[in-house]
């Protein structure tokens, strides 16, 4: 049984003569074994703890001789075993969780004298130096023939770019990478994404640039992704929407979408309030969303879409006269901002209230409403704007919804008095 992560021996006793341990771990191999006592002339097992300064290694009997494990951090790759001959702890740190769970459990029954052949047991031999070497960060494979057929990556990574690999799917030792903080897997021919990607707590960066997906899927939205989420590029692929849930993905700040089949952006894009960088070009969308104008850019490329020219007067009426009984209650329940759940309110319902509209009154309206399309200088929302057409225009339609008639009427009139000034 081996086991590779930094290890700190804590003599107990230092203390005592006024002496401090010197708090830093090394980087070692562990290694549990039969090692024959030349003393006795009997084969106990050991511990056997090598490091690069001490490739021979320190041995430890484990027979009899564990006073305590400590265990409360073994998610998090720490541990510590204390011996009773010599005084020591031993302090384990920065190990994979499942090795360490598993290295911990042949110690105890190593302790408890186990002989059977359960006990997986290794040879106590010196350690080559590059078993010792710090744990790899950053990993780059740009070639089929350099991808690992057979070995793992090191679960240390907290960079890994695998480009031109002809990958059709997601690697699943990819997402074992726990310590994950950028995945780059540009120009692949991904289809589809698994939503275990979601469970990659630490991913701040993900770049899908140049594959061949058509779908980003809702359950990637209300992962943890939400919270670690930072860098997002999707450009080059075949997409054609996005879920309305995209806009939990909070933390965004550069969110790449060019040369897709998009034809509209998310709903709610405008909740992206930390969103500083935005690019969209070479896609299919003839208007923005109306909650686009709640953003704040720093730079902002929407060149070459299929942008409509707005006209106020063609609009699509969808009111009901009176409205009925569940518009009322939902637009009660988002203007009153009640709160509402899956626990509370059947799913669609839900749903619907997500993609709630607001008018320019500022109320809230659901399946009653009219709506148009108006020009909106992207200057408002962005400090650069790339010019959105050869004709050196920045300006694009964006939706605009009202709740009645009358708010209806109001905006035709103020759009009037403009031009006639």
Not at 217 to 226: G, H, K, P, R, W
Not at 253 to 277: A, E, M, Q, T, W
Not at 354 to 375: M, P, R, W
Request: aromatic share 6%; proline share 5%; with cysteine.
């Amino acid at each position: 049984m081996k086991l590779q992560c930094d290890v700190e021996v804590v003599n107990r006793m230092l203390p005592t003569y006024g002496m401090k341990s010197r708090g830093k771990g090394a980087r070692a191999v562990l290694s549990i074994g039969r090692h024959l006592d030349k003393a006795t002339q009997r084969t106990n097992i050991y511990l056997l703890i090598c490091t690069a300064k001490d490739k021979s290694g320190s041995k430890y009997k484990l027979k009899e001789n564990i006073e305590k494990f400590f265990t409360w951090f073994v998610e998090e790759g720490k541990a510590t075993v204390r011996l009773k001959e010599p005084a020591v702890d031993v302090c384990l740190s920065k190990a994979d969780a499942n090795s360490l769970k598993n290295f911990l459990s042949a110690a105890r029954l190593a302790h408890r004298g186990s002989e059977n052949d359960t006990l997986p047991l290794s040879t106590l031999t010196p350690v080559r130096a590059r078993d010792v070497e710090k744990p790899k960060k950053k990993l780059t494979i740009v070639s089929k023939k350099d991808y690992p057929l057979t070995s793992n990556f090191p679960y240390s990574l907290e960079q890994l770019q695998v480009s031109y690999c002809k990958l059709s799917r997601v690697d699943m030792r990819m997402l074992s990478l726990k310590c994950l903080r950028r995945l780059d897997l540009s120009n692949n021919h991904i289809k589809k994404l698994p939503t275990t990607i979601g469970d990659l707590g630490c991913l701040a960066e993900l770049v899908l640039h140049n594959n061949h997906l058509e779908v980003f899927s809702e359950a990637l939205c209300l992962s943890s992704l939400q919270r670690s989420l930072q860098v997002l590029d999707l450009s080059n692929n075949r997409l054609q929407v996005l879920p309305a849930q995209f806009c939990q993905l909070r933390e965004l700040v550069n969110l790449k979408l060019d040369n897709n089949c998009l034809l509209r952006l998310p709903f709610h894009i405008g909740r992206l309030s930390k969103l500083c960088y935005l690019s969209a070009a070479h896609n299919k969308l003839p208007f923005l969303p109306g909650n686009f104008r709640k953003l704040s850019l720093e730079n902002l490329d929407l060149f070459g879409n299929a942008f409509t020219q707005p006209n106020p007067l063609d609009h699509t009426i969808q009111l009901t006269f009176p409205l009925t009984l569940q518009e009322m209650a939902s637009r009660a329940v988002l203007d009153l901002r009640i709160p509402y759940g899956p626990r509370v309110l059947p799913a669609h319902l839900c749903l619907e209230l997500e993609l709630a509209k607001t008018c320019d009154c500022g109320q809230a309206c659901l399946g009653s409403y009219i709506q148009t399309t108006v020009n909106m200088n992207l200057h408002s929302v962005s400090h650069t704007v790339v010019l959105v057409d050869d004709m050196g225009g920045t300006e694009a339609p964006v939706q605009r919804h009202f709740c009645s008639l009358t708010c209806y009427s109001e905006f035709l009139d103020s759009c009037l008095q403009r031009s006639l000034r």
